[in-house]
């Protein structure tokens, strides 16, 4: 599975974070989040023996 991940520090030493399900939409959001912010792809395994 692959996530977009925004996660964002303000002021105050609060972070946000925020999960979409795809590049395109991660990055429109992303141009319009203000702070100081990070864009991260993230790939989730699930490891399961049969």
């Known amino acids: 599975m692959l996530m977009w991940i925004i996660t964002v520090y303000s002021k105050g030493n609060n972070i946000s974070m925020f999960e979409f399900n795809s590049e395109i939409e991660a990055k429109e959001a992303f141009k319009n989040v203000t702070g100081c912010k990070i864009l ?6 699930n490891d ?3």
């Not at 991260?40 to 395994?45: D, G, H, K, L, P």
Request: glycine letters at 0%; proline letters at 0%.
């Open 40 to 45: 991260s792809e993230v790939i989730y395994f």
């Open 48 to 50: 399961q023996i049969v």
